[in-house]
Nanobody, 117 residues
Framework: QVQLVESGGGLVQAGGSLRLSCAAS????????MNWYRQAPGKERDLVAAISSGGRTTYADSVKGRFTISRDNTKNTVYLQMNVLKPEDTAVYYCAAVLPTTTLVYWGQGTQVTVSS
């Protein structure tokens, strides 16, 4: 059974930092592209950051220079370090695992991030 469990969300003031974690089980973690998405109320779910099995990273323009995605294949965990948080970063953040060259996508349950002004 595949499980992705996010943690680390919470309430923070603008300018603050949070570190999200996503622990995976039931998959060959090192073979998957790991992604962080977010969804604000009334909006679509958008890709925030992604990291390939080889460590290559991509970011949404809105978070470049503020967020850093990383992975630890020994712990089957992907992280999202979020700095200089803004109120517009408020959303539910989801972890997703994608197996390359397939349509297989696994999702976590999400963790709420709220940034107060």
């Amino acid at each position: 059974q595949v499980q992705l469990v996010e943690s680390g969300g919470g309430l923070v003031q603008a300018g603050g930092s949070l570190r999200l974690s996503c622990a995976a089980s039931g998959i060959i973690f090192s073979s998957h592209i790991m992604n962080w998405y977010r969804q604000a109320p009334g909006k679509e779910r958008d890709l925030v950051a992604a990291i390939s099995s080889g460590g290559r990273t991509t970011y949404a323009d809105s978070v470049k220079g503020r967020f850093t995605i990383s992975r630890d294949n020994t712990k089957n965990t992907v992280y999202l370090q979020m700095n200089v948080l803004k109120p517009e970063d408020t959303a539910v953040y989801y972890c997703a695992a994608v197996l390359p060259t397939t349509t297989l996508v696994y999702w976590g349950q999400g963790t709420q991030v709220t940034v107060s002004s």
